[in-house]
Nanobody, 114 residues
């Protein structure tokens, strides 16, 4: 079955950077649009970035110019490079297909704090 395993989160100061990774297994990764989502306490889960099978990308306005999504078909992995992090980026980050499926991985926690 499909598995989504996120990693790379952590505690970072405002202005810092992190690179998240998500390994996808159990499906033909390369043909699907993938997304990175995040959920902060008390908030709904939101899509922050997506990348098509052809490499086209879209970003939420809140992260545009700071985050970069990419994918490596050989590694079945999707990445999220996050630069110039802000406190409001604090959330649990998940990868999923776009549109998302009902299964979610465990996510990876990103905390931006001084």
């Amino acid at each position: 079955q499909v598995q989504l395993v996120e990693s790379g989160g952590g505690l970072v100061q405002p202005g810092g950077s992190l690179r998240l990774s998500c390994v996808v297994s159990g499906t033909t990764f390369r043909i699907f649009t993938m997304g990175w989502y995040r959920q902060a306490p008390g908030n709904q889960r939101e899509l922050v970035a997506r990348i098509t099978s052809g490499g086209s990308t879209n970003y939420a306005d809140s992260v545009k110019g700071r985050f970069t999504i990419s994918r490596d078909g050989a590694k079945n992995t999707v990445y999220l490079q996050m630069n110039s992090l802000k406190r409001e980026d604090t959330a649990t980050y998940y990868c999923n297909f776009e549109p998302s499926i009902g299964y979610w991985g465990q996510g990876t926690q990103v905390t931006v704090s001084s």
